[in-house]
């Protein structure tokens, strides 16, 4: 991947992770906060997966095992953020 793709990803995904952050803790209803911060969760996990791509380009046993650990972070945020996601947007809708 370009690297500018991967600068765009990473900024994207910090933008939209701080905008429904900042939003979640301005909302009253607890099913638009969890809705809200499973997105955050998503994002979030974006964000560690284009680090980890972007990190994994060089050579170094350290930073491939940091890439790992945030490749899995990022894969746990995204998961669970579905996860929730879905919860969540189920109980809003009943």
Do not use: D, W
Not at 19 to 36: C, D
Not at 41 to 63: D, Q
């Amino acid at each position: 991947m370009p690297y500018a793709i991967i600068y765009l990803l990473i900024i994207a995904s910090l933008i939209m992770s701080v905008y429904f952050s900042s939003k979640s803790l301005k909302t009253k209803s607890v099913k638009e906060r969890g809705l809200l911060k499973s997105k955050t969760n998503i994002s979030m996990g974006i964000m560690l997966i284009t680090a980890s791509i972007f990190l994994f380009r060089t050579g170094s046993i350290v930073f491939i095992i940091v890439c790992a650990v945030f490749m899995l972070l990022g894969l746990f945020n995204v998961y669970g953020g579905i996860k929730h996601h879905r919860h969540f947007k189920q109980l809003k809708e009943n």
